[in-house]
């Protein structure tokens, strides 16, 4: 089956650590994103990535860092730098940034509790 | 910048009954796109429409319909008998477009939907 996978489903960190959540998509999407959401907020753009190598900012970047090595991963992660890192974050792809004609598919999710 | 308005937090209804979901919008822009998506329980956003600027005709999809209504900056969202299936977040969404020129997508707060049965 082709999708978005996103684990783990919950984490947990103490504060001060690093952590890194894993995005892996098999649609041979050439975008992805990095969204986070907090309760009764809407979604705000961490990173976004349009092709292989390539990323940028985006509303709310700093504290996170991420790579694109591979098409079909985009892991994200949440440096102690993060000021209030508890969240649910979402991972998305599309296959361009034209999202007008081309809709984003997204993860399941990963809930992050730093402790 | 966009802006994307939800201003039901939360809505519970009885199933079977008519529900409507507002959004309202401001753009800059002569030319955007505006999208509903659910969210259930599990977490995962899914798709539910795209619709363009230049085309008012409401659509309508099985138990689901919209009203796009460019004068008052408005894409409001229906779903008529409702069914405690249809229990979820579902969030309104501006297409915006990036310095790079890439396009990203403007949320709204969301509306929490409970359907009773």
């Known amino acids: 089956d082709g999708g978005i996978t996103q684990s783990p489903k919950y984490l947990f960190r103490k504060e001060g650590q690093n952590v890194t959540l894993s995005c892996e998509q098999n649609?041979?999407?050439?975008?992805m994103y990095w969204y986070r959401q907090d309760p009764g907020q809407g979604l705000r753009l961490i990173y976004y990535?349009?092709?292989?190598?390539?990323?940028q900012k985006g509303d709310i970047a700093e504290g996170y860092s991420v790579s694109r090595e591979k098409k079909e991963s985009f892991p994200l992660t949440v440096t102690s730098a993060q000021k209030n890192p508890t969240a649910f974050y979402l991972c998305?792809?599309?296959?361009?940034?034209?999202?007008?004609?081309?809709?984003?598919?997204f993860g399941p999710g990963t809930r992050l509790t730093v402790l | 910048a966009q802006k994307v308005t939800q201003a039901q937090t939360e809505i519970s209804v009885v199933e079977k009954e008519d529900v409507t979901l507002d959004c309202v919008y401001e753009t800059r822009d002569t030319t955007y796109y505006l999208f509903w998506y659910k969210q259930p329980p599990s977490g995962e956003l899914v798709f539910l429409i795209r619709?363009?600027?230049?085309?008012?005709q409401n659509e309508i999809s099985g138990r689901y319909s919209w009203n796009f209504q460019k004068s008052t900056s408005s894409f409001n969202f229906t779903i008529t008998a409702s069914q405690v299936v249809d229990s979820a977040v579902y969030f309104c969404a501006l297409s915006e477009l990036t310095q790079g020129g890439s396009e990203k997508l403007v949320f709204g707060k969301g509306t929490k939907l409970t359907v009773n049965p």
């Open positions: 998305a792809s599309s296959i361009s940034v034209e999202l007008r004609v081309n809709e984003q598919f």
């Open positions: 649609l041979n999407h050439d975008a």
């Open positions: 619709r363009n600027s230049f085309d008012e």
């Open positions: 990535s349009q092709i292989v190598n390539d990323f």
